[in-house]
């Protein structure tokens, strides 16, 4: 069994990450080494590896294997960085964040889920990441600046709020847009309130509670 989840892993990231334009080493490398199988439900262990959104219970899901890939390439991680992850969801992007960076702060809506990922991220050697329990759209406020946003669920419109947790030169990763076509997007604050804007590609996940779109009444 040992020897199937192993050769599972290897095909998740040189037959569905890899080919996705992730050819960061270190992102394959943390991938690789962080135990996606034990971040999943029991009932999904099977599936840990597959090309899939596996649900978490609250309407959430874990996101696929390559968006995964993306969005660590994507945020360009130092060693010295401190990176706030809204949504921990599993904690298993929480765990590759902490791997790949100095510090991570997690805040998640759901308390179960900060309850289990802490669990996960201990019985994972992951000593960095400090996590929280709090509505991150409207009311949670975290302590001090970050080098690096990312967000696990979608929301419609990137709340203001977010930008001013964001050092000079930090990156932000948020989807946003109308489901089913969303899009990954990375901001990189240059200062004096300006963020350039880059999108990266498609995708399609739940809404963080409180970020859905406004409700449309048609009479």
């Known amino acids: 069994m040992a020897m199937n989840i192993e050769q599972a892993r290897l095909n998740m990231v040189e037959n569905q990450v ?25 009932e999904h262990r099977q599936l840990a590896f597959a090309d ?3 649900p978490l219970g ?5 996101m696929k294997p390559v ?12 060693p010295t960085d401190h990176v706030l992850e809204i949504g921990t969801g599993s904690g298993f992007l929480t765990a ?4 790949l960076s100095a510090q991570v702060t997690s805040v998640d809506i759901h308390a179960d ?13 992951i000593a960095n990441a400090s996590l929280a329990t709090g509505e991150a759209v409207n009311a949670w406020q975290p302590d001090g600046l970050f080098d690096a946003l990312v967000v696990t669920g979608a929301v419609h419109a990137i709340p203001s709020r977010w930008l001013t947790w964001l050092k000079p030169g930090a990156r932000a990763l948020v989807v946003r847009g109308q489901s089913p076509v969303q899009q990954a997007t990375l901001l990189t ?3 004096a309130g ?8 498609e995708t399609d996940l739940p809404y963080l509670t409180h970020a859905e779109p406004p409700q449309r009444f048609v009479f």
Do not use: K, N
């Not at 960061?24 to 080494?33: K, P």
């Not at 968006?67 to 130092?78: D, I, N």
């Open 67 to 78: 968006v995964e890939g993306r969005v660590l390439q994507a945020l360009e991680l130092l």
């Open 96 to 99: 590759c964040l902490a791997t």
């Open 58 to 62: 609250h309407g959430e899901v874990m």
């Open 194 to 201: 300006r963020y350039r804007e880059e999108t990266l590609f």
């Open 18 to 42: 890899r080919p996705w334009e992730v050819l960061d080493g270190r992102v394959l490398d943390v991938i690789s080494r962080v135990r996606r199988e034990d971040f999943v439900a029991a």
């Open 52 to 54: 899939l959104c596996l």
């Open 189 to 191: 604050h240059e200062g």
């Open 113 to 125: 889920f900060t309850a289990a990922a802490a669990q996960r991220l201990q019985a994972a050697g």
